[in-house]
T-cell receptor, first 113, second 113 residues
């Protein structure tokens, strides 16, 4: 079956611009997670959705970052006024919730010039 | 504050040898400890996971050892193969595994043929 998909695979933008990153979870997965992975580091948790609501957004670094999941399936991570320090691979994962495995997508590589 | 400390940063093992990667955690609320394997350009993939009610879990060539009192856990890869060459991340979470994962910084493993 299809895994977690993320689009675009690469995004290059200029400092100060707005970007949207999309995640399509595995069908039927109720939980969705966003992580950020900087070069040479482990993924860093950003936000977790259970259904349509954000169950935990404690990892969002500041108010320039926002994520939505309006219908409980696809999610969009939105970054306003991008900064060079936002450059990283943004990973999305989904699971059936509870005790179950988080399946990761291939990520979106964001480069802010 | 780094809540999961992973070592070594890089590791070279001869084919057929044992690869050992260690992690230590600080948060006593953590109750689920997975190991992920990541190849370049790919998202992390779950390798094996353990809960604190057991001290060891084995799946094929992969074993997790868990020491709750020391707040440490380790991954052992037996009969290491060149195809095992990848970056390995330990992680931890609370909420029975439903919450966002806290990752270590990763170990770059190279298996020499």
């Amino acid at each position: 079956g299809a895994g977690v998909s993320q689009t675009p695979s690469n995004k290059v933008t200029e400092k100060g611009k707005y970007v949207e990153l999309r995640c399509d979870p595995i069908s039927g997965h109720t939980a969705l997670y966003w992580y950020r992975q900087s070069l040479g580091q482990g993924p860093e948790f950003l936000i977790y959705f259970q259904g349509t609501g954000a169950a935990d957004d404690s990892g969002l670094p500041n108010d320039r970052f926002f994520a939505v999941r309006p219908e409980g399936s696809v999610s969009t991570l939105k970054i306003q006024r991008t900064e060079r320090g936002d450059s990283a691979v943004y990973l999305c994962a989904s699971s059936t919730g509870g005790l179950n495995e988080q399946f990761f997508g291939p990520g979106t590589r964001l480069t802010v010039l | 504050q780094q809540q999961v400390k992973q070592s070594p940063q890089s590791l070279i093992v001869q084919k057929g040898g044992i690869s050992i990667i260690n992690c230590a955690y600080e948060n006593t609320a953590f109750d689920y400890f997975p190991w992920y394997q990541q190849f370049p350009g790919k998202g992390p993939a779950l390798l094996i996971a353990i809960r604190p009610d057991v001290s060891e879990k084995k799946e094929g060539r992969f074993t997790i050892s868990f020491n709750k009192s020391a707040k440490q856990f380790s991954l052992h890869i037996m009969d290491s193969q060149p195809g095992d060459s990848a970056t390995y991340f330990c992680a931890a979470t609370s909420g029975g595994g439903a919450d966002g994962l806290t990752f270590g910084k990763g170990t770059h493993l190279i298996i020499q043929p």
